[in-house]
Nanobody, 124 residues
């Protein structure tokens, strides 16, 4: 079992930045890559970015490439998502997820463990 806890959400102004953190614990050695997703009210959960634990290979959704950056710290079993140039449409609950698959994937059903989420609010 793997437990994920997100933090770092809050209120930011449009054009501002936030850095989200995801702390993983438990049998993290069973996972191969981590992802960030978000879900706004009334919308489906949306893939944002993913990264492998080993090698740090990344993949981004087109909608956030160039504004968001995913990174990881293996020593801390932590994954981060830097959000820059925030827009009101970025407001959502942001979720961290872990996958046991070796191949990076943007698909929700490829992820085995999920955190509870952290709220991001963007004021215009």
């Amino acid at each position: 079992q793997v437990e994920l806890v997100e933090s770092g959400g809050g209120l930011a102004q449009a054009g501002g930045s936030l850095k989200l953190s995801c702390s993983a614990s438990g049998h993290t050695f069973t996972t191969n890559h981590m992802g960030w997703f978000r879900q706004a009210p009334g919308k489906e959960r949306e893939f944002l970015a993913t990264i492998t634990w080993s090698g740090g290979t990344t993949y981004y959704a087109d909608s956030v490439r160039g504004r968001f950056t995913i990174s990881r710290d293996m020593a801390k079993s932590a994954v981060y998502l830097q959000l820059n140039n925030l827009k009101p449409d970025d407001a959502a609950v942001y979720y961290c997820a872990a996958s046991r698959l070796a191949v990076l994937s943007p698909k929700l059903d490829r992820y085995d463990y999920w955190g509870q989420g952290t709220q991001v609010t963007v004021s215009s």
